[in-house]
T-cell receptor, first 113, second 116 residues
Framework: DQQVKQNSPSLSVQEGRISILNCDYT??????FLWYKKYPAEGPTFLIS?????DKNEDGRFTVFLNKSAKHLSLHIVPSQPGDSAVYFC????????????FGQGTRLTINP | ETGVTQTPRHLVMGMTNKKSLKCEQH?????MYWYKQSAKKPLELMFV???????ENNSVPSRFSPECPNSSHLFLHLHTLQPEDSALYLC???????????????FGPGTRLTVT
């Protein structure tokens, strides 16, 4: 059973507008949530994370929101830029054995000029 | 070179072949991992090595055999694979202990494997 889900395989957004990528999880034991970004022919790179004790973390144009009661997190990118076009993976980690990350399927974001 | 490198980048092999994937990290990390990404599926953790010792085997079939001769190198030996093993295989490194929240896992570019 998949513990981390990204239900939108793709998303298309106009340049300059806000991109919102969503992620749902089922295991309330997760203590950290991360977003990774992947360009073609490259490995995923870390983008931003949030601890389960917070509900918001912001880094420049990127903000991650966590709603623990709904077991839902989202990544907001504003303003969206063409270089943001990539596949975005949501991931979660456990308090113990933190080396094991559980990933979602990914969402392909396309920013249109 | 810096970061995490993987060779080959692409590999096509028959079901009776034996091949190996290689990973090398130049970050001074002590933990290395193999992940598998199949089409339309999440990344799946396969193996974890800490200080050259295997600490996790995520129920991976024995036709996949990892080897970690030192903290900088990781291999995945492949034999008698099945077509459903076709996937992107990603090598990852991190410091040990890992602080997952800091995004301390660094991914290589992956090897695209096709089993015919």
């Amino acid at each position: 059973d998949q513990q981390v889900k990204q239900n939108s395989p793709s998303l298309s957004v106009q340049e300059g507008r806000i991109s919102i990528l969503n992620c749902d999880y089922t295991n309330s034991m997760f203590d950290y949530f991360l977003w990774y970004k992947k360009y073609p022919a490259e490995g995923p790179t870390f983008l931003i994370s949030i601890s389960s004790i917070k509900d918001k973390n912001e880094d420049g144009r990127f903000t991650v929101f966590l709603n623990k009661s709904a077991k839902h997190l989202s990544l907001h990118i504003v303003p969206s830029q063409p270089g943001d076009s990539a596949v975005y993976f949501c991931a979660a980690s456990y308090p113990e054995g933190a080396q094991k990350l559980v990933f979602g399927q990914g969402t392909r974001l396309t920013i249109n000029p | 070179e810096t970061g995490v490198t993987q060779t080959p980048r692409h590999l096509v092999m028959g079901m009776t072949n034996k091949k190996s994937l290689k990973c090398e990290q130049h970050l001074g990390h002590n933990a290395m991992y193999w992940y598998k990404q199949s089409a339309k599926k999440p990344l799946e953790l396969m193996f974890v090595y800490n200080f050259k010792e295997q600490t996790e085997n995520n129920s991976v079939p024995s036709r996949f055999s990892p080897e970690c001769p030192n903290s900088s190198h990781l291999f995945l030996h492949l034999h008698t694979l099945q077509p459903e093993d076709s996937a992107l295989y990603l090598c990852v490194s991190s410091q040990d202990p890992l602080i997952a929240g800091e995004g301390s896992q660094y991914f290589g570019p992956g090897t695209r494997l096709t089993v015919t």
